[in-house]
Nanobody
Framework: VQLQASGGGLVQPGGSLALSCEAS????????VAWFRQAPGMERSFVAA????????RYSDSVKGRFTISKDHARNAVYLQMNRLTPEDTAVYYC???????????????????WGLGTLVTVSS
């Protein structure tokens, strides 16, 4: 699976941004998908995920209620709608996919087999 993330950019605090991740090489049906992010000097951290079988959603506490992850099988893509952004959301955002990710590993970056190149999100006035 090849993943291509896009949509990053500069946004003011309180603003919104939508990230996209287009997949090629195989369908995302039956595949767990997720977004992670890595701020400068920090480790990569979990943002949001969709379970591969039941489609259940998982969010980190820091983005719950502000971010929404979704998947479009027709477009074979994953999206991350980010609202009420703060400077603490500044990071490189990565999309990931994993055909074998189980529920207990949804938030673990090591569980995902495929990664896209990141897209930079900067929240600043």
């Amino acid at each position: 699976v090849q993943l291509q993330a896009s949509g990053g950019g500069l946004v003011q605090p309180g603003g919104s941004l939508a990230l996209s991740c287009e997949a090629s090489g195989r369908t995302l049906r039956g595949v767990a998908v997720a977004w992670f992010r890595q701020a400068p000097g920090m480790e990569r951290s979990f943002v949001a995920a969709i379970h591969r079988n039941d489609g259940s959603l998982r969010y980190s506490d820091s983005v719950k209620g502000r971010f929404t992850i979704s998947k479009d099988h027709a477009r074979n893509a994953v999206y991350l709608q980010m609202n009420r952004l703060t400077p603490e959301d500044t990071a490189v955002y990565y999309c990931a996919a994993g055909p074998s990710v189980i529920s207990s590993s949804l938030t673990s970056h090591s569980a995902y087999a495929y990664w896209g190149l990141g897209t930079l999100v900067t929240v600043s006035s």
